[in-house]
């Protein structure tokens, strides 16, 4: 399904284009406003923040790849946000959604708070700070309709001001490799295998228990050669142990990282241990052919180095 085009105005009332942006559309009843967290003061000041409205927190934890939000509602944003202001440390900055025409009340905006949380927790691209998901509350047929209408506006606007938490990941890749059993025999030469290091608790969790790896760093012109991906487990075993077909690769987060979702059970291979290099680390992904994986009885073979 195509979807429809659309144009967004951007308003940047003090000249920086990291500062306060005021976001609207033709033909459309709300408005929203992106800013920094450092900006409130002077935000908060404005007579949008008096308004009935929906607004998201974002930020991130120490070392971590998927943004936390918070998201919530009032009758008047300002107020709210003042607490939280106070109270919640990890946000940077936030974007708030109004209603131009004072067309929002309580109850659309508890609707647009229920119907983003649960977005954002079907899609799992984010660490939601909420305590507990806000229920659906009543609205009639037509209320309901206009409401979704607003929400769809919404999630238009998101991606562009730099938040996907609320999209279905996309595969960036599709190879639905198939188990080496079934296919054909692979090249030695050309790279379609990724190598990823994993910590014991992580690779057992994640590798073998959930059939994926994500917060992957991958060049751009390796998405579509990966088919398949092995994985090489740190210290005290210092080798590659497993590997598994690839199905597809999604964005991971924000930060230009991955997730590769495997098309069939992580298999046990070799081990083939990093050799004779000292420390027997190795630090981020590296490539190499399936073939090698086949054949290579230490790391330095395997990654073409001899």
């Avoid at 899609?123 to 769809?152: I, M, V, W």
């Avoid at 005290?236 to 199905?247: E, F, G, L, M, R």
């Avoid at 190499?288 to 180095?305: D, H, I, W």
């Amino acid at each position: 399904m195509i979807a429809d085009p659309f144009t967004i105005r951007i308003f940047v009332p003090d000249g920086d284009p990291e500062g306060v942006r005021l976001i609207d559309r033709m033909n459309w009843t709300g408005l929203g406003l992106v800013f920094p967290r450092g900006k409130w003061p002077e935000v908060r000041q404005r007579a949008e923040m008096q308004r009935t409205g929906v607004y998201i927190l974002v930020g991130y934890g120490e070392d971590d790849d998927l943004p936390i939000i918070y998201v919530g509602q009032a009758d008047g944003v300002r107020a709210r946000i003042d607490s939280h202001s106070a109270t919640k440390d990890f946000w940077d900055w936030a974007v708030v959604f109004v209603s131009n025409s004072g067309g929002l009340n309580r109850a659309h905006v508890t609707w647009l708070e229920h119907a983003l949380v649960k977005r954002a927790t079907d899609a799992k691209r984010c660490r939601l700070d909420n305590g507990n998901a806000p229920q659906e509350p009543a609205l009639s047929e037509a209320e309901k309709a206009d409401t979704q209408g607003f929400l769809k506006e919404i999630l238009q606007i998101l991606p562009l001001v730099g938040l996907r938490a609320f999209e279905f990941p996309k595969a960036v890749a599709a190879p639905e490799a198939l188990p080496p059993s079934v296919s054909k025999k692979p090249m030695l030469s050309e790279p379609d295998t990724i190598i990823v290091p994993a910590q014991k608790e992580g690779f057992e969790r994640v590798f073998l228990g959930e059939d994926c790896w994500y917060a992957i760093r991958i060049s751009g012109g390796m998405l579509t050669k990966i088919k398949y991906i092995a994985a090489y487990q740190t210290q005290p075993i210092s080798a590659v142990t497993h590997y598994a077909p690839v199905s597809r690769i999604e964005p991971y987060g924000e930060g230009g990282k991955y997730r590769v979702i495997f098309s069939d059970k992580a298999k046990e291979i070799g081990p083939i241990p990093y050799g004779n290099a000292p420390m027997g680390a190795m630090q981020g992904p590296r490539y190499t052919s399936f073939g090698r994986l086949q054949s290579a009885t230490k790391l330095t073979e395997l990654l073409g180095k001899h």
